[in-house]
C-alpha cells in the first residue's frame, strides 16, 4: 500500500533532550513537510523539501532541525532549544512543492510530549 | 500575509440533516486555492474538498459543497445528510496559486459532532 507513515505514535522526551520524529513515504513524491499541530491554532509549517539534499525554513523552525537524504524520508530533530515541544506533528508529502493543484497527503502524526 | 479565520470552534448536528462550516480567509492576491480538510479522532488529516479561486462554479464532492464567495472571501463547507462518520475536527486552508513553497495556510478549525 502506498502511503506516509510517522514512527513512533507517542513519544516521550525529558527536557533537556533532542529526539526525532520518523517520516518515510512510498509514494515517490518530490516535496515533503513537517507541520506542528497545537489546540486552538490549526497547523503551522515547521520546515519543507522540495528535492533530496535541499530543505528550507517554514513559519516555526527555531528549535528543529531536518535532513533529506533520501527521496522517501525526512526526520526532523526536535532539539532541547525548542521553548514548548509538547505537540502533535504531522508529515505531508505531494507530487511538487509548487501549485494547489498537488494534494498534500498526510500521514498519522506523532504525539510528543515533554515530561 | 495571507491569513484564515474559523469563528466556530465547535458545532453539533443531527444525524441526516444539514450543517455549514464556516471560513473566511484574508489575501490580496487573485489566484489561490482553498481547501476543506478533515481530521477525525484518529488523526488523519484526509482532503475534502478544494476550490480554485479562478472558478466561479462552487466545488462539490458528493455530500460535500462549498459556497465560495470570492469578493466577500468567504469559503464555506456545507455537508448534507450529516453522517456519524462525519464527525471530526475540519480545517479551512489557502494556498497561493504562485507558492513556490506549497504552503498550506490554516485555519484554527472545528470540531464538528453529528448526533445520532
Known amino acids: 500500500d502506498g502511503g506516509i507513515t510517522q514512527s513512533p505514535k507517542y513519544l516521550f522526551r525529558k527536557e533537556g533532550q533532542n529526539v526525532t520524529l520518523s517520516c518515510e513515504q512510498n509514494l515517490n513524491h518530490d516535496a515533503m513537510y513537517w507541520y506542528r499541530q497545537d489546540p486552538g491554532q490549526g497547523l503551522r509549517l515547521i520546515y519543507y523539501?522540495?528535492?533530496?539534499?535541499?530543505?528550507q525554513k517554514g513559519d516555526i523552525a527555531e528549535g528543529y532541525s531536518v535532513s533529506r537524504e533520501k527521496k522517501e524520508s525526512f526526520p526532523l530533530t526536535v532539539t532541547s532549544a525548542q521553548k514548548n515541544p509538547t505537540a502533535f506533528y504531522l508529515c505531508?508529502?505531494?507530487?511538487?512543492?509548487?501549485?494547489?493543484?498537488?494534494?498534500?497527503?498526510f500521514g498519522p502524526g506523532t504525539r510528543l510530549t515533554v515530561l | 500575509a495571507q491569513t484564515v479565520t474559523q469563528s466556530q470552534p465547535e458545532m453539533s448536528v443531527q444525524e441526516a440533516e444539514t450543517v455549514t462550516l464556516s471560513c473566511t480567509y484574508d489575501?490580496?492576491?487573485?489566484?489561490?486555492?482553498l481547501f476543506w480538510y478533515k481530521q477525525p479522532p484518529s488523526r488523519q488529516m484526509i482532503l475534502v474538498i478544494r476550490q480554485e479561486a479562478y472558478k466561479q462554479q462552487n466545488a462539490t464532492e458528493n455530500r460535500f459543497s462549498v459556497n465560495f464567495q470570492k469578493a466577500a472571501k468567504s469559503f464555506s463547507l456545507k455537508i448534507s445528510d450529516s453522517q456519524l462518520g462525519d464527525t471530526a475536527m475540519y480545517f479551512c486552508a489557502f494556498m497561493l496559486y504562485s507558492s513556490n513553497t506549497g504552503k498550506l495556510i490554516f485555519g484554527q478549525g472545528t470540531t464538528l459532532q453529528v448526533k445520532p
Open positions: 523539501s522540495q528535492i533530496v539534499n535541499d530543505f
Open positions: 489575501t490580496s492576491e487573485n489566484n489561490y486555492y
Open positions: 505531508a508529502s505531494s507530487p511538487h512543492l509548487a501549485g494547489g493543484l498537488h494534494e498534500q497527503f
